[in-house]
């Protein structure tokens, strides 16, 4: 059998082993930390391809969309947490910045595979993901204003331009590939597609969890409070938008907005953080991979219980 086609087929199984080597064989992590930016490019680039051009963008309804789902996302929720916090005095705790800095960050560049695994479409969430790494220049800069502990506001720009460049680059290259030579990919391509992108994103996980086993072998209480926090705050908020989606959203745009909810990229604030502030965040940012790489096999279930899922 084709090991990409196999690799499709048993998507969120092949995402869990990549999680379980990264726990397990931290040693591996050390030669992948120079790979790390390419396979994010890389996953790009293959859920855009996999993507009829026609269908990336949308309708302008469809973006308008979006770009009030990104409000609500990256500005209104972090700006709620950020009074809870200034109200509570709990602004320099690594409970309260962990929970801002994943509120506050737009979606994951897996989530329109993980829309894929649901089997829904996957445009819906690469135009959350896209459109909401964007706009955090814009939607991040109050909540830096008003929580200095978070660093330099010059270092998250810089950081999200890098991040923005890639996105463009790898999603213009994939749309000029896909119009010159697979205006009509057979099923066999995308299934190999579908099977290529399961693999780099299994294997991207595993340069981002040594901080997790290294916290484990330290202090396991401390390591599995933070993986448990992670959990929560991520299946948590998948569980809130598929309550108050359900009935009211087409089911592939609920399920892409759920995902999109409880997966972000909180390691775009990693180049901004202080020291003395990254050092408890790594290990709630390596945590943070568990539930999202659990998610395809986790929520699935849920979403097709719900009737949010096919």
Same mark, same amino acid.
């Given at each position: 059998?084709?090991?990409? @086609? ?48 026609? !269908? ?49 960050? =737009? ?12 089997? @829904?479409?996957?445009? @819906? ?16 800069? =109050? ?130 953080? =202080? ?18 790489? !659990? ?16």
């Amino acid at each position: 059998m084709n090991p990409l @086609h196999l690799a499709a087929r048993n998507g969120p199984y092949v995402l869990v082993v990549g999680l379980v080597a990264g726990l397990l064989l931290p040693a591996l992590a050390e030669p992948m930390q120079a790979i790390l930016p390419p396979l994010v490019a890389l996953l790009l680039f293959l859920t855009v391809l996999r993507i009829e051009p026609s !269908l990336l963008l949308g309708s302008l309804v469809d973006l308008r969309q979006v770009a009030v789902i990104v409000i609500v996302f990256q500005l209104i929720l972090p700006l709620l947490v950020v009074t809870v916090g200034l109200i509570g005095g709990w602004t320099g705790t690594p409970v309260l910045l962990s929970l801002l800095i994943m509120v506050a960050a =737009p979606s994951i560049s897996g989530s329109a595979n993980m829309s894929l695994m649901m089997g @829904h479409p996957a445009e @819906h969430a690469l135009r959350l993901m896209v459109i909401g790494t964007a706009a955090l220049p814009l939607t991040v800069f =109050p909540i830096f204003a008003l929580i200095p502990e978070l660093g330099d506001f010059q270092s998250v720009l810089t950081a999200v331009f890098r991040l923005f460049m890639t996105i463009f680059v790898a999603t213009v290259a994939a749309v000029l590939l896909r119009r010159a030579f697979l205006r009509n990919p057979s099923p066999a391509t995308l299934k190999n597609l579908e099977g290529l992108a399961t693999i780099t994103l299994a294997v991207f996980v595993i340069g981002l969890m040594p901080s997790v086993t290294a916290a484990a072998l330290v202090d396991p209480i401390t390591a599995a409070s933070w993986i448990g926090f992670a959990c929560l705050i991520n299946f948590g908020a998948q569980l809130v938008l598929v309550f108050l989606t359900r009935n009211r959203v087409a089911a592939d745009k609920a399920t892409a907005l759920s995902i999109v909810a409880g997966n972000r990229n909180v390691a775009i604030f990693l180049i901004a953080l =202080p020291p003395e502030v990254t050092a408890p965040l790594l290990v709630f940012i390596g945590a943070y991979q568990i539930p999202m790489y !659990l998610t395809p096999i986790v929520m699935r279930r849920f979403y097709q219980a719900t009737g949010t899922a096919e």
